[in-house]
């Protein structure tokens, strides 16, 4: 009868590892199919994104001047601008941060640090807002609009009524993303907050909240950069495709920059279709620069506890 050496149940615990963790499986040819689709597939759809994002940028740079911030919209290309469509856009995400932010906060803050999780209604609104942040953007135009009707607001195309639609939209991405920030935060920072006295409310307004504001700035920031490159919304509220005055309040009518894009689009002239490019570089620069901020103030506050 063969010994059993110490070599040999090596070998033995080398192939049950094999064979337990599926490792053995990863040079099968079907395996390697699809390693090599899913990384075709990566590739197609970043050579199709370079080749938009190169295609754009050649088309809009001679359009990309003084006159796109200056001019209003006018059936004469060469002399139309995007002034009011940059001008509501900062209207209407200025006034849906007022309105979303606090509200999100304040409900991540209550489910996170005060909610009884045990209390099935809490569990049942937690799944909601889940389920929330993944309905298509038109619903929550849908949504404003009916809201708008049952107050009595005749006028539905107004900046107050473009913010209740975006702010229903990034309300759920602000609470689900500030809870993330607040469960990050250590529960020892807490515990000894209680432990000197602090109330609970104490400890969530002087410990909790400051540990958690990188996190909470950066959702924050996505969130609204999100609402600033939507359109659907803001059009079945009757979104206005040419204006030719500045908004200058919360019941002014208003444009935004994605439905300025929209209209000069579906214009037949190639002139348009360049202007087009021109307002979709200035949106992605504002896009990228929000982003960049809330990269920022994630790398620079980030803590490790």
Do not use: C
């Not at 139309?80 to 469509?85: F, I, N, Q, T």
């Not at 979104?239 to 439905?259: K, R, Y």
């Amino acid at each position: 009868m063969a010994l059993y050496t110490p070599q040999a149940a090596a070998a033995d615990a080398r192939r049950t590892v094999l064979t337990t963790s599926g490792r053995s499986r990863e040079r099968t040819p079907r395996s390697l199919v699809f390693v090599v689709l899913l990384w075709f597939s990566l590739l197609v759809a970043f050579a199709t994104l370079v080749a938009l994002l190169v295609h754009t940028l050649v088309d809009g740079l001679p359009r990309l001047d003084g006159r796109l911030f200056s001019e209003y919209p006018s059936s004469r290309p060469e002399e139309a601008g995007a002034r009011p469509a940059v001008l509501g856009s900062l209207w209407v995400i200025g006034t849906t941060a007022v309105l979303a932010v606090p509200l999100g906060v304040a409900a991540a803050v209550h489910l996170e640090e005060f909610a009884d999780r045990d209390k099935w209604w809490n569990r049942l609104i937690e799944v909601n807002i889940s389920n929330l942040s993944a309905v298509p953007a038109i619903i929550y135009g849908m949504l404003a609009l009916g809201s708008l009707a049952l107050l009595g607001v005749t006028q539905k195309n107004i900046v107050v009524g473009g913010a209740v639609a975006l702010g229903m939209l990034i309300l759920p991405v602000i609470i689900i993303s500030t809870r993330e920030a607040l469960r990050a935060v250590p529960r020892e920072l807490r515990d000894g907050s209680l432990a000197v006295g602090a109330s609970d409310l104490q400890t969530t307004w002087r410990i909790t909240l400051p540990a958690a504001l990188p996190g909470i700035a950066t959702g924050t920031i996505l969130a609204l950069s999100r609402a600033l490159g939507e359109a659907a919304p803001l059009l079945l509220l009757g979104g206005l495709v040419f204006l030719s005055f500045d908004p200058n309040g919360l019941l002014s009518q208003f444009t935004t920059m994605p439905i300025q894009i929209f209209s000069w689009t579906s214009q037949p002239q190639a002139e348009f279709h360049t202007l087009a490019a021109a307002a979709s570089i200035l949106l992605m620069g504002i896009l990228l620069l929000m982003n960049g901020t809330a990269i920022y103030i994630r790398n620079r506050s980030q803590k490790r506890w």
